[in-house]
């Protein structure tokens, strides 16, 4: 196993929700996470960003952070 792939397999990851950040040319610039879709959107609406609808079960690295309400989950 090479050092690269020892580190990938070492890592841990867990689910939650996502938005992405784009620039004027449409090209992702961020991605924030979001424990739950409640949370996605509020953060939205506090933050005047467009909320397109449900992106929830995406595979993040552990323990991930919530942009909205700041709790962190494994």
């Known amino acids: 196993m090479?050092?690269?792939e020892a580190y990938f397999s070492s890592m841990?990851?867990?689910s939650g929700h996502i938005h992405l950040v784009t620039d004027?040319?449409?090209?992702t610039v961020d991605i924030v996470t979001f424990c739950s879709d409640r949370?996605?959107?509020s953060w939205c609406t506090a933050t005047?960003?467009?909320?397109e609808g449900w992106?929830?079960?995406q595979e993040?690295?552990?323990p991930a952070s919530c942009?909205?309400?700041e709790i962190v989950w494994k």
Request: with cysteine.
């Open 39 to 41: 949370c996605h959107q």
């Open 12 to 14: 841990m990851y867990t």
């Open 60 to 62: 993040m690295p552990s």
């Open 55 to 57: 992106y929830g079960c």
């Open 48 to 51: 005047g960003n467009v909320y």
């Open 67 to 69: 942009a909205s309400c």
């Open 24 to 27: 004027q040319n449409g090209d």
């Open 2 to 4: 090479t050092s690269v």
